[in-house]
């Protein structure tokens, strides 16, 4: 039964915000995969729960704020150009407990967060904390293991090799209620094309 407003029914005061890369289908399916048997051989659950993105951006928002955030990303993402990524093996990160896919290049990256600045101001005159930008590019595999899991995982995947390159076409704004909820697409931006030089 559906409740109505007013009947224990509150819609949330707030959403997060991702605005992410997804890989093309070959590395998405291969990752993906490879979270599933991170799943099964530690014993971690968490792996499977997310899907292969890295996230160039996260921040908290009311959905009556949406409108305008998705016109100023559309501006500002649309004049960035689309760029290569290449995934080279993998790497953890020891504070969080993370097993990751590492990405070579940062640079364009950094380049899309640092665009991204702008938007800052308005989440702040709406009383939300600062957009949280890319630092460390990357795609998870599993994060916030126990110390024990993270320390054998770290060492069996330094063994491991993986080697693969897509093109960021686009990016994905989704938004979920908390980090344990599904995550909503609620836009698609398109990066523009190169120029090339002769």
């Known amino acids: ?3 109505k407003e007013g009947f224990g029914f509150h819609p949330p005061k707030f959403y997060e915000y991702l605005l992410v890369v997804h890989p093309n289908e070959e590395i998405f ?3 993906k995969a490879e979270k599933e048997i991170f799943s099964y051989e530690y014993n971690a659950g968490i792996a499977k729960k997310t899907l292969p993105h890295i ?6 928002a009311k959905e009556t704020m949406e409108e305008t955030l998705i016109k ?8 960035q150009q689309s760029f290569d990524v290449m995934i080279n093996n993998f790497s953890g990160f020891p504070s969080s407990k993370t097993v990751y896919a590492r990405i070579q290049n940062h640079e364009p990256f950094k380049q899309l967060a640092t665009s991204l600045k702008t938007i800052n101001s308005y989440i702040n005159d709406n009383g939300f904390p600062n957009v949280k930008l890319i630092n460390h590019p990357h795609l998870s595999i599993a994060r916030s293991l126990q110390q024990n899991v993270y320390d054998k995982a770290v060492m069996d995947y330094s063994r491991k090799t993986f080697n693969a390159s897509f093109i960021v076409n686009e990016l994905v704004l989704l938004r979920r209620q908390n980090q344990f909820d599904k995550c ?3 836009s698609v931006f398109k990066l523009c094309e190169p120029e090339f030089k002769n």
Do not use: G
Request: proline share 0%; hydrophobic share 50%; no cysteine.
């Open 72 to 79: 100023w990303m559309h501006k500002i993402i649309s004049s």
């Open 1 to 3: 039964m559906v409740q």
């Open 184 to 186: 909503k697409q609620v």
């Open 55 to 60: 996230t160039v951006a996260n921040f908290l």
């Open 29 to 31: 399916n291969h990752l």
